[in-house]
Structure formats: C-alpha cells, structure tokens
C-alpha cells in the first residue's frame, strides 16, 4: 500500500471512530479498552493525531509527548478528534517525498511511516469506538489488514518492550486466506518475537508450527490487536499459545 492509500484509511476510520463514538456517548464504556470511557478514547486519539502531525509539519527530529488533553465538554469530544484527524491527512498528503523527521520503525521514508502508524492506529481505535457502541465492527479492507498485521508481528513487536514473552520457545504460525492471503511465521522465546512474512504457498500444514491461526485477513487483524475473540479463526496445535496471545501481547 502506499501513502495516499494509507491516508485515505486514515480519514475514513477516523470519520468512522468519531461517529461511532458520538452515538455511544462520552460516558459509555470502552470493552476492548476495559480502564476507558469513550471520553477517554477520544481524547487520546484527538492526542496522537495531533502529535503525530507535529513531527511531519515540522520534521522534528527528536522524540516528544503527547500534547496536554483539551478541557472541553463532552459533547465537542468528537469535533475536536475529527479537527485534528483532518489536520493530520492534510499535512500528510502536503508532505515532501524527502521529509526527515523522527519515526520509531523502520519503513520507506518518514511519511510512509507515519502515513502507516496512524492509519492502523486510527483503524484499532475506531474499532474500540464501535464496540462501546455496541453495532459490531466495520470489516478491515483484506489488503489493509494483512498490512497491518505485518507491521503488528514484523514492527511492533519485534522491539524490546514487546511484552509477548515464553520460558520455551514456541513457533506461531499465522495464515490469512482469502483475497489478501499471506502468512507469517513468529518464533517466540523470553527474548521478543522475531516474526517474518513467507508465502502462504509455503505455509502449508502445522507440523513447523506449534500453534496455527488461520482465518479472514480483517478477522486476524482485529484479533491479533485484542479487538475480537477467537471466534470464526481456526485454531490448531497448542490453543495455549494462542489463549496467551490474547493475555499477554497488549501494547
């Protein structure tokens, strides 16, 4: 995907998160996100929005903290996300190709990068903002997903505060079928996970893999993130590992 495709996803999940939330209500509870009222959600994403727009509109090069949240009333929460998600996808498309600014993962260029994050960290959240509602979640676009889980296992991850840790070493095995069929082998140890992207040609059987998720691109996106249950992703080998997924791998 590239970055006009990512900034797209950006601007309608963020439309579809303030919506969403807007209809919950500030007050309602946020089930993926079990300490946070929808208020909460808000605020955090009018936040990042924000702070991520100050590294590409002003190339900073160093690392800094998410602006102080607004003191505004509930109801002009969601208005004031969508402010800044607009603010957002308008500096991203206006970047230039050779912007230098600070990112935390490696990725083609700065705006690829940030194009990337937030699109997915816009999509995750959207997700927590549909299910304090209570409607069930818009569906990933395949493409977009596997993308995501890709930059989940291969990215996120991999760095050194990823809590998904095991006293033995494990091997996960994940498959998305369909029309973005990919597939990623994790290795999993007390050291972070190192995950790598194969063919899904080459992902065939379980016999490598102590445990096997395999199931919808968008259904994997979602879980993998903890914003679904198991439920409709197949499951074989050491269910454990995946129970423990689910416990142990929030960022």
Not at 79 to 103: H, I, N, Q, Y
Not at 134 to 160: C, K, S
Not at 220 to 235: E, K, M, Q, S
């Amino acid at each position: 995907m590239d970055i006009a495709e990512f900034t797209e996803s950006l601007r309608r999940d963020g439309q579809l998160l303030a919506d969403a939330a807007e209809k919950a209500g500030a007050h309602a509870p946020v089930p993926t996100c079990p300490q946070w009222r929808v208020r909460d959600l808000l605020i955090h994403m009018g936040q990042v929005h924000r702070w991520a727009t100050g590294f590409v509109e002003h190339g900073r090069q160093e690392p800094a903290p998410l602006p102080e949240a607004p003191r505004l009333p509930d109801d002009a929460l969601a208005d004031w996300l969508r402010d800044g998600c607009r603010k957002l996808v308008e500096t991203l498309r206006a970047a230039p190709a050779d912007l230098s600014c600070w990112t935390f993962l490696p990725a083609p260029s700065p705006p690829a990068f940030w194009a990337r994050r937030q699109a997915h960290e816009t999509a995750v959240h959207r997700a927590d903002a549909e299910a304090a509602l209570g409607a069930g979640h818009t569906a990933a676009d395949p493409a977009f997903a596997a993308d995501g889980i890709d930059e989940l296992l291969v990215g996120i991850h991999a760095r050194e505060r990823s809590p998904m840790r095991t006293e033995m070493p494990k091997t996960l095995l994940i498959r998305a079928t369909g029309a973005a069929g990919a597939a990623w082998k994790v290795a999993l140890s007390d050291a972070p996970p190192r995950a790598e992207r194969i063919p899904l040609t080459a992902a065939t059987g379980g016999d490598a893999a102590d445990c096997v998720l395999e199931g919808a691109a968008s259904d994997l996106y979602f879980a993998l993130w903890n914003r679904r249950p198991l439920d409709g992703i197949t499951v074989t080998g050491e269910v454990s590992l995946a129970r423990l997924w689910q416990e142990r791998s929030g960022i």
